[in-house]
């Protein structure tokens, strides 16, 4: 990604610290009076709807948004911004009905792997565990690796120097605090981000009055907006199937699920997270459609940004860093709790029942951090990395739900189906150029398939890494 060097190098780093430094402070006072186990990991099972919603929100909502919707839009028109809007949205309209009944039949559980644990009884939940530790590492090192760019691009900083900054104040009070401390700290990054989305968007419709409507993108790139356009309808499915499915084996919406103080409060939060969620992505997709009508050449990783900054404003250059950041770390402590929380509950049922669990929770929570700060210095496609760890999730989803419901079903199958449909979907997915797969280009020529497969490699890939489980299952429940 280029630079446009907006903001000094001295002033971004200044930004970041200062705000990162402000959560860690604010964090660690808010929580040394709730340092308990039970604080750490379920926040005492006593949070009211207005901190769950705004918990869940600012967890669901990280530096991503900035990049991801407005990027699919761009070549997916419509059909993605609607997609991504609702498979972001989804799981808490799904969790309001799977969250109950979860905490009905198993109500002393603190996670998914758990709950898993105890209806499959054997190995399963050990696939799952490790399955859900990759997911959440590379949703990590995208949410580190998308303010990292953004960072860069509006500075030239080096993507190493973000990266840590983020990752260590993060990791700091994450680990001191818990979920206690990210809820707590998710309130304020709420009010931060939510006040800064507004006036970034209101700036926006001052800038570009007569532009920010379908009307212009009708009248530019009308294809986007056709009910006949292919992609309208691929894009948006693979996005819902991607990001729904996804969310569903995120740890730190199932520690939510179990840390509200009731089912009202629960069923309430989830349905205001769902009715926030939608219009927040679906409008900062639409920022990807007005873009590329503007500028048929727009860099799609860069398209928000390329409406909102094509004043070179000082002002708005520096409330992007900090809504930046406010996002990222928002997201970023709720994936570090997750993962730790997962280990402490679940680690000592898979390595050694007489480990101390907590202290390795950490010692291991650390490693991963290192390792995406790692990776993150790199500066990696966001979107494909995205994409990449939804796969994994997608080829889960529907067999491990919907053995919940069918007690017939054997946890081999399950595995077998999810390894199956894993395969089948990673021989259709994407190279990084989207021009080929393992399938399509390297094993077997592209012309060896017709044309509606090789240009929708992404939808295939998650088409059949999404129902090949279930029709696996079929199979072998006849066998």
Known sequence: METINLISQTYAIVIIFL??????????????????????????????????????????????????????ATW????????????TAFPFFFLIYLGKTFRDNYPEAKTLIEVIRLHYKKNLYKFIFILSIFYMTIFLIAEVTAVSLLVKYLSGNDLWITALIVIMCSMTYTLYGGLRISIFTDKIQFIFFTFLLFTVLIYILSIIPDQFNLNFVKQNKAELLNLKYLNNYTAGLTFFIAVAATNLFHQGNWQRVYAAHNERILKNSLLFSFLIVIPVVFIMGFTGLVAISKNANVNPDI????????????????????????????????????????????????????????????????????????????????LYLFLLADLFCCSAVLSIFYGFYRNTIKEKQIIFSIIFGLFGGLLFFPSPDFS???????ILPTEYFPKFISESLLFCSFLVGTFLPIFTLKITKIF
């Open 19 to 72: 705000i990162s430094l402000f959560f860690v402070i604010l964090g660690i006072f808010y929580s040394k009076n709730f340092l308990d186990l039970n604080n750490y990991l379920l926040a005492n099972r006593s949070v009211k709807t207005i901190s769950l919603t705004m918990s869940l929100v600012a967890s669901a909502l990280g530096t991503w948004i900035l990049f991801g919707p407005a990027a699919a």
């Open 76 to 87: 997916g028109g419509i059909g993605a911004v609607i997609g991504y809007a609702l498979g």
């Open 303 to 382: 398209a928000f940004f390329y409406l909102i900054l094509e004043e070179k404003n000082l002002f708005i250059s520096g409330l992007l860093i900090l809504l930046a950041i406010s996002l990222a770390i928002s997201s970023i402590d709720t994936v570090i709790n997750a993962i730790s929380s997962l280990i402490i509950v679940d680690g000592k049922k898979i390595i050694n029942s007489k480990l101390n669990t907590i202290k390795y929770s950490k010692v291991v929570t650390i490693l991963l951090c290192l390792i995406t700060f790692i990776v993150s210095s790199k500066g990696l496609s966001i």
């Open 436 to 442: 080929q797969s393992l399938l399509i280009g390297f």
